[in-house]
């Protein structure tokens, strides 16, 4: 069993910056690649950025590739994604995902998720 918990969502003005962490408790994160996923008010939750087990291997969203970046912690299970560049476009629930076996950009690879933080990017 794993529990995630994010934090570091809030409102920020259009072009500014925001980090948001992942904090990971029960089996160690480590053993599994985490991800961020973003859902908009009636829109799908979206695949954003995944990092591997090691930390090593990264994907990104083509929306969001050059702005943000997925980085882990697996001393501190804490997975974090610093946003830069931030638009209109980035306003969602960013949620935290793990359990994955390698990294995804889908879904169903990820077994457990967090409860969501709230963005919002004012232009």
């Given at each position: ?10 409102l ?20 599994y ?18 990092v ?11 929306s ?11 001393a ?9 560049s ?37 232009s």
């Amino acid at each position: 069993q794993v529990q995630l918990v994010e934090s570091g969502g809030g409102l920020v003005q259009a072009g500014g910056s925001l980090r948001l962490s992942c904090a990971a408790s029960g089996r160690a994160a480590s053993r599994y690649a985490m991800a961020w996923f973003r859902q908009a008010p009636g829109k799908e939750r979206e695949f954003v950025a995944t990092v591997s087990r090691d930390g090593v291997v990264k994907f990104y969203a083509d929306s969001v590739k050059g702005r943000f970046t997925i980085s882990r912690d697996n001393a501190e299970n804490t997975m974090y994604l610093q946003m830069n560049s931030l638009n209109s476009e980035d306003t969602a629930v960013y949620y935290c995902a793990v359990g994955g076996s390698s990294t995804s950009r889908t879904r169903t690879n990820y077994t457990y998720w967090g409860q969501g933080t709230q963005v919002t990017v004012s232009s």
